[in-house]
Every structure is written in C-alpha cells, then in structure tokens.
C-alpha cells in the first residue's frame, strides 16, 4: 500500500507539470515558435536531457530549467507555471509576451519556492510584477538570486520588501519607467549585491548611503540615458568605500554637490558621471587612485576649476576621457599627452586658454579629438603622431598654423 501511494503521488506531480508545461505552449503560441523539439511528446521531458527543447530536469526527473529566450513566443505568461514547483531558472527574453508575472508560494505547491534565477528582458510586455517582488523569497533559502528584466514594461513598486532578498546578487530593471518607488535604506541587508542597474526607471528618491554597505558591489548603474531621472540628491561620499566597484554610472539626474574622492575605489575601470547637476572640482584623486580606468566621462555637468598637473597621472590604460560641456578652465593638462591608449579625447565647450600640449599630437592610438570652443590660441604644433585619427575638431578657438593634409584626408 505505501508503495502504490508513493507512485501515485508521482505520478500527479508529473501531470501537474505536463500540465504547466502544455499550458504555456499554447498560451505563447507554440505552434509558431522558432524552435519546439519535443513539445509534442512532454511526458517524455525528463527522460533523457534535451528532450524537450528548452526544458531541464533534475535527478529526481523535475523540471529545474525553462530556456526558451529568443524563440518567438508570443502571448501571456499562464499563473500555471508555478505548478512547476522545483523550477530554479527561468528565462524567457526576447519573446512578444505579456500578463502578471505568477508567484510561486509553498502553501500552493507544497515546497520552498526554488525559483532563483529570472530572465524576462527585452520582452514586449507590459509585466505586472508587484506580487512577485513581494513573494519571490523563501526567507529561509540560502539560494543566490538574480533578475534580469530589463526593457521589458515591468509594472511594480519597488519598497522594502525587495530587503528579503538576502541572497540576491544581481538586480537589473533598467527601462522599465513603469517601475516606481526607491531604492530602500535597508538596501544594506543584501549583502551579496553584485549589480545594481535602474537606469531608466521610474524610481526616485535619492542613493541611499547604505548602499555603501555593499562590499561586492562591482557595477552601479543609476539615472537615465534615455527618459527624465528622477534621482535627487548627492552622491554619497561614502560610496569610496565600495572597494570591489568596477563600473560607476550616474546619468542625467538632478544629484547635485561634489564629485566623492576615489580613494578606495582602484578597481574602477568606467567612470561615467554624466549631465547631472556636480559641481566644484575634479578631486585630484581621480588621476592617481582609479589604475585599472579605461573610461573617464564627467561631461555635462557644473564642474570647474583647472586640472591639476602637479601629481603624477596613474591613467596608463585610459581610453577615452570626455570633460565637455563644464566649466572648467587653465591650462589644458599636458598629463593627458601621455596617456598612450586614449582613442577618444573631448575637452570642448569649457574656458581653456593657453597653447595646446604638443604631447597631445602624438598620440598613437586617437582616434576622437576634440577641443573646440575654448579660449586656446598659439600655433599648431607638427603633428607626429595621430596616425589613427577619424575626428579632429578644433573650432571656435584662436589658433594658428596649418592642419596637415594627412589629417584632412581621413
């Protein structure tokens, strides 16, 4: 008798996810989907692996995985998809599909929740998600979670309750402006934050200064490159702290204050804090603390004062630095003339006077130079180097001499 129970009760989960899993092939149009291999035959999914296209199984013949991005699914996502009650990924990107995301609750299927993993960007949506956020967390889990839903018209309110997810290491919801709310102070408590990115988005409120706290923090992404921000503000100074930060992008806000120190941030390889509201100066850390920066992009902004060229640059491996669009005035930094792999140098549109570096013409690997609408004057020096250059604006300035016709040329 325990033996008959036992296989009966197997049996029922396997028709729950057939169920499920049939469910969600005819809700997004599975006939038309670009790949569906085994789609007719799902009893069969955790026979053997790839079985069923896009599905994976566990040992225990549960389904774990549902890979089905980019492969023309079109239509709403079905609330029986949580009787898949072991799912761990599930990655739907780039498909036409819409509805409210389901939440999987262990009064309904009997376990934990193991979803940890979610993938749904790029999709047409929208995507109500504000259960999701709420639910998604089995405060006992010890799982590692990451969500990735940009661009995809996600509609929630991103509150506290996003603090239970303790174990979450990437959070990507840029270009979602349906996604309102801010970032919590309790924001701290997520510990293993590796990727934050909310650019885009309709969150407001400020960069709280627990996110600080976050020593894994590797890439920040915040304000907007597309739509109005609606961050206010400073950027905290204590965000030197962040010791294991990559990549730093602050876009088209309304942050205003100063520029924080780099002191502590020499893992930097992206600096892109870009038409916000800073002022005051450039912290000569910037040049000295930051090594590992390839891209240093602060155009845009309020920030005056000249560029120190009384320290020692530690920029070897800078590409591209853009400071236009400031304030910013002296002499141009004959430091920058030595940062060998710049392709990309943009000083136009401040209040720099004096003769040029003729460092900056020798240059190998330039590729963008402009230094248009300043104060400069002094004849041209001969060009030596530059032998990559596709770009070359000097306008609106009080020079002299000639352009060699090899860079007219290009």
């Known amino acids: 008798p325990l033996l008959l129970f036992l296989v009966v009760l197997t049996n029922t989960q396997s028709s729950n996810e057939i169920f499920a899993l049939s469910t969600l092939y005819n809700e997004t149009g599975g006939n038309m989907w670009t790949n569906k291999d085994g789609w007719d035959n799902l009893s069969g999914a955790c026979t053997e ?3 069923v296209y896009g599905v994976l199984c566990d040992g225990g013949g549960r389904v774990t995985q549902l890979l089905l991005d980019s492969n023309n699914l079109q239509g709403t996502i079905p609330p029986q998809l949580t009787m898949l009650a072991h799912l761990e990924t599930l990655i739907l990107s780039y498909n ?3 509805g409210t995301m389901p939440v999987w609750r262990e009064e309904d299927t009997g376990v934990p929740p193991a979803l940890s993993n979610v993938e749904i960007a790029h999709v047409t949506g929208p995507l109500v998600m504000n259960a999701f956020f709420a639910n998604i967390v089995d405060p006992s889990s010890s799982l590692m979670y990451s969500i990735d839903v940009r661009r995809s018209y996600v509609q929630a309110v991103i509150d506290d309750s996003l603090c239970n997810m303790v174990n979450l290491d990437t959070l990507l919801l840029g270009a979602n402006e349906g996604i309102t709310g801010s970032l919590p102070s309790c924001i701290n408590q997520i510990t293993s934050l590796e990727i934050i990115n909310i650019q885009d988005t309709g969150l407001g409120g400020t960069i709280p ?7 894994s923090l590797r890439e920040l992404y915040v304000g907007a490159t597309e739509n109005e921000s609606f961050l206010s503000g400073f950027i905290p100074s204590c965000l ?3 010791s294991s930060l990559e990549i730093l992008n602050i876009q088209s806000t309304h942050i205003s204050g100063g520029l924080p120190s780099f002191v502590g941030l020499g893992a930097l390889e992206e600096i892109i804090i870009m038409n916000n509201d800073i002022s005051s100066s450039i912290p000569t850390s910037l040049f000295t603390s930051v090594p590992y920066a390839r891209i240093i992009d602060l155009r845009g902004n309020n920030i005056e004062v000249a560029l120190s060229d009384q320290v020692t640059w530690s920029l070897s491996r800078l590409e591209e630095i853009s400071l236009s669009s400031n304030r910013l005035s002296g002499s141009l930094p004959s430091n920058l003339g030595y940062c060998t792999a710049l392709r990309v140098l943009d000083l136009s549109n401040n209040m720099f006077e004096g003769s040029i570096p003729p460092s900056y013409f020798s240059l190998p690997n330039i590729t963008y130079f402009d230094i248009s609408n300043n104060d400069l004057e002094g004849v041209l020096p001969e060009m030596v180097g530059m032998m990559s250059i596709t770009s070359f604006r000097i306008s609106i300035n009080r020079l002299e001499g ?3 016709l090899s860079i ?3």
């Open 209 to 215: 200064l627990s996110l600080c706290s976050l020593s």
């Open 402 to 404: 000639t352009i060699p």
């Open 49 to 51: 692996p790839g079985a």
């Open 96 to 98: 036409r599909i819409s």
């Open 240 to 242: 030197n702290q962040l």
């Open 408 to 410: 007219l040329d290009r």
